[in-house]
T-cell receptor
Framework: DAKTTQPPSMDCAEGRAANLPCNHS???????VYWYRQIHSQGPQYIIH???NNETNEMASLIITEDRKSSTLILPHATLRDTAVYYC????????????FGTGTRLTIIP | DTAVSQTPKYLVTQMGNDKSIKCEQN?????MYWYKQDSKKFLKIMFS???????INETVPNRFSPKSPDKAHLNLHINSLELGDSAVYFC????????????FGSGTRLTVV
């Protein structure tokens, strides 16, 4: 699995957009970028994933740079319930690959 | 309806005991996993099973024995519990490769005293 680098913590004001960066400079051509989050004491929750195009769903948007060496997860209107640890993971798309979690970014939404 | 359910949610036991944690998924997924989250909050994979067959075993002590009676269930049995086994254990499932995402259970907090 390619290594990812994320800032250890970030704050964001409630109602503003939260932009969480991730570096994955050694990503391979067949590897996807996945984002999960873990709200305190709960199991990790899938947010979004992408290969090279930008993606959007009801939870978030994912912006992947053209060289695919970094990405940004965007929570458009952060709420207090978005306070969590966010994990950026790269993983090949074949078989049932294990997820390797790093230390993630602890996002705190400020009222 | 809970997609991935684990029981019990909390488990407190003494050193040396044997205990089991059960996991069931109703998503029709063909692969199930056990992850361990220690006190430092690192999440690490322990095992994965695909259609009842072990496919990943991440150098977990052989006191840990996963059992998959069918593809909807993956139980974790732990023998001779040690203090260092205290952690939160998460079960997860996936289907057809990583692109379809993983679904995690809510975790079992094991405390060994």
């Amino acid at each position: 699995d390619a290594k990812t680098t994320q800032p250890p913590s970030m704050d964001c004001a409630e109602g503003r957009a939260a932009n969480l960066p991730c570096n994955h400079s050694t990503i391979s051509g067949n590897e996807y970028v996945y984002w999960y989050r873990q709200i305190h004491s709960q199991g990790p929750q899938y947010i979004i994933h992408g290969l090279k195009n930008n993606e959007t769903n009801e939870m978030a948007s994912l912006i992947i740079t053209e060289d695919r060496k970094s990405s940004t997860l965007i929570l458009p209107h952060a709420t207090l319930r978005d306070t969590a640890v966010y994990y950026c993971i790269v993983i090949p798309n074949f078989g049932n690959e294990k997820l390797t979690f790093g230390t993630g970014t602890r996002l705190t939404i400020i009222p | 309806d809970t997609a991935v359910s684990q029981t019990p949610k909390y488990l407190v036991t003494q050193m040396g005991n044997d205990k089991s944690i059960k996991c069931e998924q109703n998503l029709g997924h063909d692969t199930m996993y056990w992850y361990k989250q220690d006190s430092k909050k690192f999440l690490k994979i322990m095992f994965s099973y695909n259609n009842k067959e072990l496919i990943i075993n991440e150098t977990v002590p052989n006191r840990f024995s996963p059992k998959s009676p069918d593809k909807a269930h993956l139980n974790l049995h732990i023998n001779s519990l040690e203090l260092g086994d205290s952690a939160v254990y998460f079960c997860a499932s996936s289907q057809g490769g990583a692109t379809l995402g993983y679904t995690f259970g809510s975790g079992t907090r094991l405390t060994v005293v």
